[in-house]
Structure formats: C-alpha cells, structure tokens
C-alpha cells in the first residue's frame, strides 16, 4: 500500500505561483500512475492533473491547461504540481493519489488559497 503526504500549499495572491510536493512511501511508487487533484468547499473531488510511470506521458484538466506541470522524481518518491498563473477559482485542498486512485491512500491534502 502506498502512503502518500502533500506539502507545499499556501496562501498567494492571483497571478502568482506554488509548487505543491508529494511525498510517497510503502510500495514501488514508479510502478504507478500518478495523480492530483482538488476539491473546493462544497463541491467533489475532481482530477487536476496525471503523470504515467516513467513521467513521459501527461494530462491535464482544461481548467488547468498551460498554468500548471505535473512531474515526478522515481528516485526521491515524489510527485510535483507546479502551478502558475493561479486564479481565486483554485482555491481547493490538493490531494496526490495513484490514478486510478487508491482508496485507502488519499492523505490530508495541502490547502491552497487564492485571492483576488
């Protein structure tokens, strides 16, 4: 099973920039697919973003599209959302996971808030 801890969230104004890490521990990490993603007050949890095993291959949701990169380092178990451009509309709790995500490895997500 895999353990995941994100870490990097803030508090910024529009325009400006975070890069959240996720920190993953248990299982062969670079096995997996991995993903981010984001839930607003009263609202579901939704894909933000997904890198495949190696890194070669990504995807974003539009909403995201040309503001923020996904990455990873196999070697440091980690994963990265670098975000850009952040809009007051991304303001959420960034979650990491596997994609498909794995139930029971959801952690406490890192908050970021975006004024205006």
Do not use: H
Request: charged fraction near 20%; hydrophobic fraction near 30%; include cysteine.
């Amino acid at each position: 099973q895999v353990q995941l801890v994100e870490s990097g969230g803030g508090s910024v104004q529009a325009g400006g920039s975070l890069r959240l890490s996720c920190a993953a521990s248990g299982d062969t990490f670079s096995s997996y697919a991995m993903g981010w993603f984001c839930q607003a007050p009263g609202k579901e949890r939704e894909s933000v973003a997904r890198i495949n095993w190696s890194g070669y291959r990504t995807d974003y949701a539009d909403f995201v599209k040309g503001r923020f990169t996904i990455s990873r380092d196999n070697a440091k178990n980690t994963v990265y959302l670098q975000m850009s451009s952040l809009k007051p509309d991304d303001t959420a709790v960034y979650y990491c996971n596997t994609d498909p995500p794995l139930k029971g490895a959801w952690g406490q997500g890192t908050q970021v808030t975006v004024s205006s």
